[in-house]
């Protein structure tokens, strides 16, 4: 509850990073809803509620309520863009292979990309510890701009602290997550075999590799095609020739 003073229309509420379900105006006995966008517009992040139109400012008397709910460090659409970028992270390059019989009965296989919904349960805390690691180098950034403050009085606020265990957590957090996938082979830091590629000595040209199948898939073979590093290449556009004089 907000009291006017008839000169105030910004005020700060006791909490950031809220969620409004409502606010209203109490003069004397009665209770008017406003409306958000026009009446007013709130800053959830910083928890402040700016009053608009005829409703700035408040007049003196009259209070101002709001509810709504606070979701502490960060917000949950934070929470989920965090966990978001973890699952990206963990699921990158990976998929869940399924072996089923056909309408005509053969074996087929397909592979299913790797995401929340079909994660095994033994992976769901190295993801949770991902997510919490995303968040805290969000407010390691933040943390990063406190300056210490020493006065002449011999008073000194060590504010770099609050970074300095940020950083600390961090580094804890991601020697657990590591330690995780390399037991379970999973995530950031497993291990992926790849398979080398030569060169034709005929024509000059990577000899085609194709994704290794079980002996009962019998589905058409599938190319892999690995990225080609392409450092230094003509920025010209003009074709190379196939034989001298000749353009390709």
Known sequence: MLSGTGELTDYDLSAVNVTLTRVSVLNGGTLTDLVVGTDYRVDGREGRVTLLGSRAPLPLGQVLIVEGAAAGMFTDEELTQHLRDAELQHCHNRHVTVRYRSKNGFIRYADEPLTLENLPDVEELPVVLL??????????????????????????????????????????????????????????????????????????????????????????????????????????GIPNPTYPGWAA
Not at 133 to 143: K, Q, S
Not at 146 to 160: A, F, K, M, Q, Y
Request: hydrophobic fraction near 35%; glycine fraction near 4%; include cysteine.
């Open 131 to 236: 997510t919490v690691i995303n968040a805290l180098w969000a407010v390691a950034t933040d943390a990063s701009s406190d300056v210490n403050i020493s006065t002449g009085e011999g008073t000194h606020v060590d504010r770099g602290q609050r970074y300095t265990q940020v950083l600390h957590q961090i580094s804890v957090l991601t020697d657990r997550y590591e330690e995780l996938c390399r037991q379970l082979n999973i995530g950031l830091f497993r291990i992926e075999m790849a398979t080398l590629r030569r060169v034709s000595r005929t024509t000059g040209r990577y000899v085609p590799i194709y994704v290794d199948r079980e002996f009962d898939d019998h589905a058409y073979p599938e190319r892999v095609l690995p990225q080609i590093d392409k450092h230094d290449v003509d920025p010209s």
